[in-house]
């Protein structure tokens, strides 16, 4: 029987014949946030990425052994359209192409089909610190926002969208202490709506707001369960 909002069992991924991930076994409970850690090349990107069916968009042959359950369902029978509605994924390419927009340009492709105004948001948007960016209202080149802020923005959207799930690969890494400090105290708040999924190669700095920590190398799972069982064991 699933017990967890998100369920790997027995997972395993090939890319073009090399194993990426390897017999994968993680259980993860609905509102917590959970943090992947593991160098460079560990395979948490691509954890992550499974969860949202992106890898299979990304790479020109895979092959995927065990199954992912969420909410109980096998991963391989949602829609994918639907299924991302429901698990959002963003990465530093989410970033860089927000460098290309105003204010307004990111509004109309995140609330597409739905009308925007500062007024309507302006408590949401003074509460995600980004009301005091917008000097040029609406028309504000986001390429002017620091990365703290962008990051701001981004889960000021995915507030008001409020998937079910929140996955965050490694946008965070490069933060200094107090930016990480402001963004991490929101994302704990915004965890009693979405459950969130954080991927770093930095995991002492993500510790206290952590609910579940897993230590990914080499594609296997060297460690899952308490933050600070795994910093004593350390």
């Known amino acids: 029987m699933m017990k967890g909002l998100i369920e790997f069992n027995d997972y395993s991924l090939i890319v073009e014949n090399i ?3 390897s017999n994968i076994n993680l259980s993860f409970e609905e509102g917590k946030v959970i943090l992947i850690y593991g160098p460079r090349g560990s395979g948490k990107s691509t954890l992550l990425r499974s969860l949202v069916r992106l890898n299979e968009e990304i790479y020109y042959s895979i092959v995927e052994k065990g199954e992912i359950f969420f909410n ?13 509605k429901q698990i959002t994924y963003v ?26 105004s500062l007024e309507d948001f302006s408590k949401e948007l003074d509460d995600f610190e980004i009301l005091r960016n917008l000097d040029k209202g609406l028309n504000t080149p986001l390429k002017c926002f620091y990365p ?22 490694s946008i965070l890494d490069h ?24 991927s770093t190669r930095f995991h002492q700095r ?18 899952e369960g308490v933050p600070e069982f795994f910093v004593l064991e350390g």
């Open 175 to 198: 933060l200094d202490d107090e930016n990480l400090e402001r963004v991490s105290r929101k994302l704990k708040t915004l965890s009693c709506k979405s459950t969130m999924i954080i």
């Open 206 to 223: 993500f510790l206290p707001i952590a609910d579940l920590l897993v230590v990914i190398r080499d594609g296997k799972i060297e460690y």
């Open 19 to 21: 194993d990426v991930l």
């Open 72 to 84: 109980g369902k096998n991963l391989r029978d949602f829609d994918v359209k639907f299924l991302r």
């Open 91 to 116: 990465d530093t390419s989410f970033l860089e192409a927000m460098d290309e927009l105003s204010f307004k340009g990111f509004v109309e492709l995140g609330f597409r089909g739905n009308d925007f």
């Open 148 to 169: 703290a802020d962008k990051i701001m923005l981004l889960l000021f959207f995915l507030s008001v969208k409020s998937p079910q799930v929140i996955l965050i690969d």
